[in-house]
């Protein structure tokens, strides 16, 4: 049983380009939460989503990022016309339920914006 | 508001000694405290969870411990080796709009020296 897969581990964007950012929850996985770590800090966190549902995107900055996490496939932060402020680390978790229950992290995407 | 504070930011030990993390919390309500450890690089990965009725919880060389009425959390790590360089993170478990939402301390980043 594979863990949570993030792909790509490094992305290179320059300023308004578009960076998508792909997250597989580990199998029998339906929830998958996003977050994402400035240099020297904590994990924020951005959005949880269940197969086809947004149940909580308080953490997502109101312009220019979106995610989804559809019914096949895997769930996608999508960040357009990125800006230097963006390049961070997302860290992407998966969930079999809501309560109690393990969350596992991926290894993170590292997006660097020029 | 809710919010998670770890301490100190960051420490120094030799390696063989022990050493205690802090955590203090103001999260209501409360479902539960993880610690997690995270290497450079890499995401996080869990070592402890534990509930409102539990006080102590081992994981080898890691002991956590829980005063949920003083809202106070700590990690004991014995016998420090290398590997141990991390950050640990406290997280709580919040459950908030009918489902488990963690919010994360800024975390602890621990050097062992030999």
């Known amino acids: 049983n594979a863990g949570v897969m993030q792909n790509p581990r490094h992305l290179v964007r320059r300023r308004g380009q578009e960076a998508r950012l792909r997250c597989s929850p580990m199998?029998?996985?339906?929830?998958v939460y996003w977050y994402r770590q400035l240099p020297e800090e904590g994990l924020k966190f951005m959005v949880y989503?269940?197969?086809?549902?947004?149940?909580?995107e308080s953490g997502m900055p109101k312009e220019r990022f979106s995610a989804e996490f559809p019914k096949e496939g895997p769930s996608i932060l999508r960040i357009q016309q990125v800006v230097r402020g963006d390049s961070a680390a997302y860290f992407c978790?998966?969930?079999?339920?809501?309560?109690?229950?393990?969350?596992?992290f991926g290894q993170g995407t590292r997006l660097t914006v020029v | 508001k809710n919010q998670v504070e770890q301490s100190p930011q960051s420490l120094i030990i030799l390696e063989g000694k022990n050493c205690t993390l802090q955590?203090?919390?103001?999260?209501?309500?409360?479902?539960?405290l993880r610690w997690y450890k995270q290497d450079t690089g890499r995401g996080p990965v869990s070592l402890t969870i534990?509930?409102?009725?539990?006080n102590t919880k081992s994981n080898g060389r890691y002991t956590a411990t829980l005063d949920a009425d003083t809202k106070q959390s700590s990690l004991h790590i014995t016998a420090s080796q290398l590997s141990d360089s991390a950050s640990y993170i406290c997280?709580?478990?919040?459950?908030?709009?009918?489902?488990?939402?963690?919010?994360f301390g800024a975390g602890t980043r621990l050097a062992v020296h030999p």
């Open positions: 199998k029998g996985h339906s929830h």
């Open positions: 534990m509930t409102f009725s539990e």
């Open positions: 955590c203090n919390y103001t999260v209501s309500p409360f479902s539960n």
């Open positions: 997280v709580v478990s919040h459950i908030s709009g009918g489902y488990n939402k963690l919010i």
């Open positions: 978790a998966s969930s079999s339920q809501t309560e109690d229950t393990e969350a596992f």
């Open positions: 989503l269940q197969k086809e549902n947004i149940i909580d």
